[in-house]
């Protein structure tokens, strides 16, 4: 029997490579597609390898009656409907660990770069000018940094935190008070108690009911005034209008952002053209090392799932129940 495979979004050719060489899987990865040419390839499909571009919503699973299994190349399932998916008996998984230290180099790169206003003061050289004292930093050595999110990427952070002598603690009521000891730093019990510490802020948490908008202006003003904001994970743990409030009080000294609540984020964002904000475009899982691993893993995990019936990193565990 052969199974077919359709990838719509671009995929690192690493992956193509492990499905061709995969027995009894045909590969349709024309690059890029568009919604229409996705929909129509549908009702051959019996695995869908998406990254982030991709909506896997009820529309196009009505198209796919063969499918068997989706395959996230990367971390975040907010484009699938998971609900969706195990009402149809549609295992999902996705790759968490290929691009954790990617995203953690960012996110201290964000961190590092909001200390020092080095984009700032790039920029301001480039127009031709000298201004030392304009750009005048912080030391992180010393700042206290709160992780809120102690998952794959949050303990990569704080591995690379240590080297810089930061003092460390994370807020992640789902993880065990052993790991952050086994990684020499305190786990608070409420983030209240990280939000009211905290020099910096590194947000690593996945988007549930209680996580999103949580940086709004009932959390801020529990901040240290002048506190720094970074967020290398989701963009709708953020509440925009409040987050764009405090950096223009001073409330909040500056925030990195790589994500965002609609992306690419919509001109009327009120966060877009602050001088105290430093933008990138998601860049977090961007690095050949990373896209190299995700669509390695996403490939494995597919043809495992059709040819073994094998499983990893499922996102809809309910889905087990059906089987």
């Not at 029997?1 to 349709?28: C, K, Q, W």
């Not at 700032?120 to 050289?125: G, N, R, V, Y």
């Not at 000294?253 to 790589?258: I, M, P, R, S, T």
């Not at 860049?283 to 995700?294: C, D, F, I, Y």
Request: charged content about 25%; proline content about 4%; hydrophobic content about 45%.
């Amino acid at each position: 029997m052969t199974f077919r495979v359709i990838v719509p979004d671009n995929l690192h050719e690493a992956g193509i490579d492990v499905l061709n060489a995969a027995d009894s899987i045909e590969v349709y990865a024309p690059g890029k597609m568009t919604r229409e040419d996705t929909l129509a390839a549908m009702p051959d499909a019996d695995a869908l390898i998406v990254r982030s571009a991709t909506t896997a919503d009820a529309e196009l699973l009505a198209q796919a009656a063969k499918l068997k299994v989706i395959v996230r190349a990367g971390v975040g399932v907010d484009n699938i409907d998971l609900d969706e998916c195990t009402r149809r008996n549609i295992v999902v998984m996705n790759t968490p660990d290929a691009n954790t230290i990617a995203t953690a180099e960012l996110a201290f790169g964000l961190m590092l770069a909001l200390a020092r206003h080095i984009p700032q003061a790039d920029a301001s050289l480039r127009a031709g000018h000298w201004d030392r004292k304009k750009y005048m930093g912080t030391q992180i050595s010393g700042k206290t940094l709160g992780i809120i999110g102690f998952g794959r990427v949050g303990r990569a952070l704080a591995q690379r935190a240590k080297a810089f002598d930061m003092r460390e603690i994370a807020y992640d009521p789902f993880v065990p008070e052993r790991v952050a000891r086994h990684l020499g730093l305190s786990l608070v019990p409420r983030m209240e108690d990280l939000l009211e510490e905290a020099d910096i802020i590194s947000l690593h948490a996945l988007v549930t009911d209680e996580t999103r908008g949580m940086i709004n202006r009932e959390n801020i003003a529990k901040m240290k005034d002048g506190v720094l904001i970074v967020n290398a994970a989701r963009g709708k743990l953020i509440n925009s209008a409040d987050l764009a409030e405090a950096l223009i009080s001073g409330k909040v000294a500056g925030a990195a952002l790589d994500v965002y609540d609609v992306e690419p984020p919509a001109p009327e964002n009120p966060l877009l053209g602050l001088d105290n904000v430093i933008y990138t475009p998601h860049l977090g899982a961007s690095t050949h090392e990373a896209q190299a691993a995700v669509a390695i893993d996403a490939a494995k995990q597919a043809v495992e799932a059709l040819l073994d019936g094998k499983y990893d990193n499922i996102c809809n565990k309910a889905v087990l129940e059906t089987q």
